[in-house]
């Protein structure tokens, strides 16, 4: 995958305005954070920069909206038997979604989360063994630090909003900022849970292995590290990451990932144990030595990207200042054809998809987030067919 030949879907000129990826993908919020920006190749020295692949096949279509009316929605998981949960950012809670009718159902707030900025209540995960433990994970920001912890959901419970359990703080000590807190966890195919971090601004974090931030990160069930990461007593998993918030495996059970670039290049890349993605000395492909380039990029105005899935042998992404959802179709460790975007402009900024098996992916909006256009019925999830 090292440097490997994909399209470059923007032609034009590369947008150098500051703050134009600023974080979670805020569309003219300038110097929001901005960082200087480091010394890299410009695209004319991209290695891929004049090649072109083939034009994708396929099409998605949303069939009908699941849910409306949420509150900075941001991370959704999958209970047995399809019904959703849902986190909300600023207001620290998450919400039961029936899969078919749509009805929310509080479950309560999570303790000691301090929204603020681009922190708050993140990503949230099912554990892969929930028939037996009803435990939920979820990764947020409080006063001092980023964490995660699980809390066992009582689904007999009586007590509306007050469902969870106390957090069991599992990882803590993730360093915060009010911008790139990272965010997204999730159970890969090993029953080990991953997590995408974000380098809080501070991009030196994100070259240095013993801290947490600019990373994505592999640990147990209960948090430690284990076999098979680049060191043994390190939850690390890569590094030189700026701001990580998609996490999905395709069909070989390979790893991919979805990063935020700064002024020219968001990125798809595909995940090495203990791959060196670049960051800050490169954005974007640079055919660097000692760095992994991208699979695929785009002008931060066209992605800032959040979740991804995988479904019907494609990477789906979400788009936040993109406003609009890409299609990477995946051969190996490339991309098969040149990317397709959806829906663009249609729903606004786009936050979370995730794949509910076969041809159907459920699809989160992003507009109550204090840098959307909210719309009558925001925020919304959608949910979409595959062709």
Known sequence: MRHATVAVLAAGTLLMTAGCSSGDGSGGAAGVGHLPTPSRPSAAASPSASVALPPAKGSVEVVSTLTEGLDSPWGLAELPGGD?????????????????????????????VSPGGEGGLLGIAVS?????????YAYFTTESDNRIARMQYDENGTTPGRLLGAPDTILRGIPK???HNGGRIAFGPDHMLYAGTGETGDTGLAQDKKSLAGKILRMTPDGRPLHGNPEADSVVYSYGHRNV?????????????SEFGQDTWDE????EPGGNYG??????????????DPVAQWKTSEASPSGIAFAKGSIWMAGLRGKRLWRIPLSGKESLAAPQSFLKGKYG???????????????????????????????????LKVR
Do not use: C, M
């Not at 798809?268 to 995940?271: E, V």
């Open 177 to 179: 900022g009010s911008i």
């Open 84 to 112: 959703l949960l849902v986190s909300s950012r600023d207001k620290g809670t998450i919400t039961r979604i029936d899969g078919k009718s749509g009805k929310k159902t509080l479950l309560g707030a999570v303790p000691g």
């Open 245 to 257: 918030q998609g996490l999905a495996w395709d069909g070989q059970k390979q790893l991919w990932a």
């Open 279 to 292: 960051w800050p000395e490169v954005e974007g492909k640079a055919g660097k030595p000692g760095f992994i």
């Open 268 to 271: 798809l890349n595909r995940i």
């Open 128 to 136: 892969p063994t929930y028939g037996s433990d009803h435990l939920v």
């Open 349 to 383: 900024r786009l936050r979370t998809v995730l794949a509910a098996g076969g041809d159907k992916l459920w699809l989160v909006t992003s507009n109550t987030d204090t840098r959307g256009t909210p719309k009558p019925g925001d925020d919304r999830i959608l949910v």
